[in-house]
């Protein structure tokens, strides 16, 4: 038996959530929203939007936690019902891309004012890679993207996406490929021209493990 | 056959695609390191992709991440500081009546206040609106007089009232007066009243109305107004993040 200092696992969790236990509940809020947050956010762009899919995901997970039957992990089914809504807020969204990055064009951003004491090239070169990096994801297309994202950041095999999005492995690779060849175009473009002369800071295999955790 | 596992690899990247993320299997890493060794075109793409999965690590979602709870139906009335308590709330009738009763607070400023005087529903707005945007001056100064007629109408019948007996009336008016008429002046008086209160009542209402229309027309020209100037905005920060981006590029290039 756990004692009350143990944590619970998600399906502990589940199961007193899916018997009325709110405070249950709400250890897995607490546990996932912000993976669940960072993903939505890295696969529609946009704050607010990843803050509503965020929400209605674990509404929906509420709704639904005494239908959950546990025959999928309690990490995989929330990413199901977020990348589902991520999906129809891309749809409904319709916006183009060009849009869509004017859209979260902040100049502060770019010269941020609380690093003090540092050189504006040195600012400029602490800000402009993740700017630049979220701004180039957001021209490629959603479904390209989120192969990206779901690779990338929470690393999962080609044969897990395409379970998510419901094709082929084949088509996933193409639109990982397809991405980061547009990604690399789009750095480039944005005069970040030495893409390749940066150390690789892909995942180590702890992160990769750690990362898989979630799915 | 040599020639045509190449070309597969330079054609399809799938295999690629598996060796960059690992996830292929000893004989398609042997084949593809092999013809890595022979296809700088292959090589050059690989370090590419590699070096844009570098780049992707500095891609962080934006601080702060959110915050919610579930929140039992039943606790709803209890305040809770944290910022995102907000489903399993409230039944929806009773949000929707919140709702209504908000928008019509900060739609018609309305005071409302009971207390010796009765009940006064007042509309506090004519004090905040700035002269320049009252519209429909000529007619808010009749009804206004109107108002103001009533008023001292009213003040003075309640003072003579008031001073001719006291104010427990039935039961401790003098006995010279005969019964008969009391009851008679009492009856008028209650009817004057009650006429005076639906009088007023319906001034009221039309004062509310009035006023009401002439705050939306204010309101809708204040939105014109401040659309108009975020419009000027937008466009300034557009030209202000384009010489910024030109400085960006030209640092960049140096």
Known sequence: ?215 | MMDNRRDDICNDKSLLMSYLYDECGLDERKRVEAHLAVCASCRDELQALTGVRGRLVDWTPPEPAPDFRVVPADAVAVPRSRPWTFWQAAPVWSLAAALVLVVVTLVANLEIRYGDDGLVVRSAWSDGVPSSERTQSGTEALWRAELAALESELRQDFETFSSGEPPQTSETISSEVSEESDLVRVQRLIEESERRQQRDLALHFAQLMRETDAQRQADLGRIDQQLDRHQHLTEAEVVQHGEIMDYLVRVAGR
Not at chain 1, 170 to 190: A, D, N, P
Not at chain 1, 206 to 212: A, I, V
Request: a positive charge; hydrophobic letters at 35%.
């Open chain 1, 1 to 215: 038996m756990p004692g009350a200092l143990m944590a619970w696992t998600d399906e502990e969790l589940v199961s007193r959530s899916a018997r009325g236990d709110h405070d249950s509940f709400n250890q897995l809020v607490v546990r996932w929203q912000r993976p669940i947050y960072a993903l939505a956010y890295r696969v529609i762009g946009h704050e607010e939007d990843a803050r509503d899919v965020c929400q209605e995901t674990f509404l929906r997970a509420f709704r639904g936690i005494k239908g959950f039957k546990g025959e999928a992990k309690f990490s995989s089914w929330l990413y199901r019902i977020a990348l589902n809504l991520c999906r129809d807020k891309n749809r409904s969204a319709q916006r183009s891309p060009l849009n869509k990055v004017s859209d979260d064009v902040d100049v502060l951003d770019l010269a941020p004012p609380h690093v003090a004491g540092s050189s504006l090239e040195d600012q400029v070169g602490w800000s402009e890679l993740g700017s630049e990096v979220s701004r180039a994801m957001m021209t490629i297309p959603d479904e390209q993207r989120t192969a990206i994202v779901l690779k990338e950041y929470q690393g999962l095999t080609f044969r897990e996406i395409a379970d998510f999005q419901g094709c082929p492995v084949s088509t996933v690779k193409t639109r990982v490929y397809q991405g980061l060849t547009r990604l690399r175009q789009e750095l480039e473009s944005r005069g970040i021209d030495r893409v390749a002369t940066f150390p690789s800071r892909a995942p180590d295999a702890g992160t990769r493990q750690r990362m898989r955790r979630v799915t």
